[in-house]
């Protein structure tokens, strides 16, 4: 069973830059979550989809990120100005059955 | 709220040491309760897992048990390697809800 896919991995842009992020997840998995881990922190959710409905954004900096999942697949996060701390792993999971699944993050530094 | 907690690192062990790392958790209800690793550059994955009291999660080596008496999940193996060198998350998530992650603990085991 293929698992989470991200890209891209690596991203280095400038401050009020825009990046985007996207996600596959495991084939079947009707939630999907997008998180962000800061060097040395634990993940924090910033967005959480039942199929193509939000389900939970309350984390999510709504002024500058942006998330969407058209036909409850794929998933696109977007950082749009960007600043320095929006550096950070960002995380796509999937999950089914309480078994969440992640991916091997997208490593964003913003200079 | 719902909170996880866990003991400060880096953790640092020689070879063969017996490990503990510590997590206790805040709850409303009955969570789930998860130990994700996280190899350096690489994602998080899903070491072990709990989904009532007194259940015990296992996998390579590694046992937690789920104390709702003392709310503690504490990651347990007998004998470390150096490839168990990684940062270990403490989680928990009620039914199919998103994960609330602890800060992580750094395990460094040396030859």
């Known amino acids: 069973e293929a698992g989470v896919a991200q890209s891209p991995r690596y991203k280095i842009i400038e401050k009020r830059q825009s990046v985007a992020f996207w996600c596959n997840p495991i084939?079947?998995?009707?939630?999907l979550y997008w998180y962000q881990q800061i060097l040395g922190q634990g993940p924090k959710l910033l967005i959480q989809f039942q199929n193509n409905g939000v389900v939970d954004d309350s984390q999510l900096p709504k002024d500058r990120f942006s998330a969407e999942r058209l036909k409850g697949v794929d998933s696109t996060l977007k950082i749009q100005p960007a600043k320095l701390e929006d550096s950070a792993v960002y995380l796509c999971a999937s999950s089914r059955q309480e078994a969440i699944y992640f991916g091997e993050g997208s490593w964003l530094t913003v200079v | 709220g719902n909170s996880v907690t866990q003991m400060e690192g880096p953790v640092t062990l020689s070879e063969e040491a017996f490990l503990t790392i510590n997590c206790t958790y805040t709850?409303?209800?009955?969570?789930?309760l998860f130990w994700y690793v996280q190899y350096p550059g690489e994602g998080l994955q899903l070491l072990l897992k709990a989904t009532k009291a007194d259940d015990k999660g296992s996998n390579k080596g590694f046992e937690a048990t789920y104390r709702k008496e003392t709310t503690s999940f504490h990651l347990e193996k007998g004998s470390v390697q150096v490839s168990d060198s990684a940062v270990y998350f403490c989680?928990?998530?009620?039914?199919?809800?998103?994960?609330?992650f602890g800060t992580g603990t750094r395990l460094q085991v040396f030859p």
């Open positions: 084939s079947g998995h009707a939630t």
């Open positions: 989680a928990l998530s009620k039914l199919t809800d998103k994960l609330i």
């Open positions: 709850a409303t209800g009955y969570p789930s």
